[in-house]
């Protein structure tokens, strides 16, 4: 199979490579806040449509998916890498939290809503906090 693979990468012509450049740039613009919503959107629409166009101008077309899932796994394995490295270097920085007896009974119930909210803070606190200059 790694030989097929290696065989259709020799053969990839230059619209299947700018096909993969743009896949793998608008998958990465797409998760990002960076160029704002309307560029999401753009994004999220360049990205299948080019990784269609690369599938479909490789032969067989199979192999194309493959290369496509190998290359979405190994950004995947390279944002962990980034992200274990900083998390490593960050952690001499990082407060022990400690509760008090006080803090705990002055808890009170939230809404669901309140809830949601915290959550999605939650959530988007990694963008937030990687976005800053």
Do not use: N
């Amino acid at each position: 199979m790694l030989s097929d693979l290696q065989e259709t990468l020799a053969g990839l012509s230059a619209e299947q490579y700018v096909a993969g450049y743009v896949f793998f740039g608008s998958y990465a613009l797409s998760l990002s806040s960076f160029i704002g919503r309307r560029g999401r959107r753009i994004a999220l629409t360049l990205a299948p449509a080019s990784v269609v166009a690369f599938a479909a101008g490789t032969d067989p077309w199979e192999q194309g998916v493959i290369l496509a899932a190998i290359g979405l796994l190994m950004m995947g394995a390279f944002m962990v890498a980034v992200w274990g490295t900083w998390a490593l270097l960050e952690r001499s920085r990082w407060q022990p939290a400690v509760v008090l007896e006080r803090e705990v009974e002055s808890i009170k119930p939230v809404s669901a809503a309140q809830l949601r909210r915290r959550l999605a803070d939650l959530w988007a606190w990694p963008v937030r906090h990687w976005a800053r200059p």
